[in-house]
């Protein structure tokens, strides 16, 4: 989203799905909106969040990860990361899909929510 580019991050949050950066005039959420069956697709991070706040937002990028497959109830671990860049440095976060080899794939979507 060109015209978030330089504006002041206000707030940042993030759940089992998606990342929600707000800024003066509305908010950005990013989720991964592939879900198929039986699958199960979650959103992790080992960065502090709250550090984005107050920075000036550059851009976000998504990148393959590694299948990181093991025993458990899911025969495949597909994961992609998240790189949220501002003017202080990045966070990132890790989108997992958790799928019996027959599905796959990530569909990172932007949803705009303008304040009124």
């Known amino acids: 989203m060109k015209q978030l580019r330089g504006m002041i991050i206000r707030d940042a949050e993030v759940d089992e799905d998606s990342i929600t ?3 003066d ?3 950005l959420t990013l989720r991964d909106n592939g879900q198929c069956c039986c699958e199960n697709r ?3 991070t080992d960065d502090d969040i709250k550090s ?3 920075s000036r937002f550059v851009c976000y990028e998504v990148k393959d990860g590694p299948d990181v497959s093991e025993d458990d109830e899911y025969e495949v671990h597909d994961t992609q990361f998240l790189e ?5 440095g990045f966070i990132t ?3 997992h899909n958790e799928h019996n080899g027959y599905y796959g794939g990530f569909s990172i ?3 705009w929510h303008a304040d009124r």
């Open 21 to 23: 950066l707000k800024f």
């Open 25 to 27: 005039f509305g908010q």
């Open 42 to 44: 979650y959103m992790s």
């Open 52 to 54: 984005l706040v107050g």
């Open 84 to 88: 949220i860049q501002t003017d202080s």
């Open 93 to 95: 976060l890790v989108n």
């Open 109 to 111: 979507e932007e949803q």
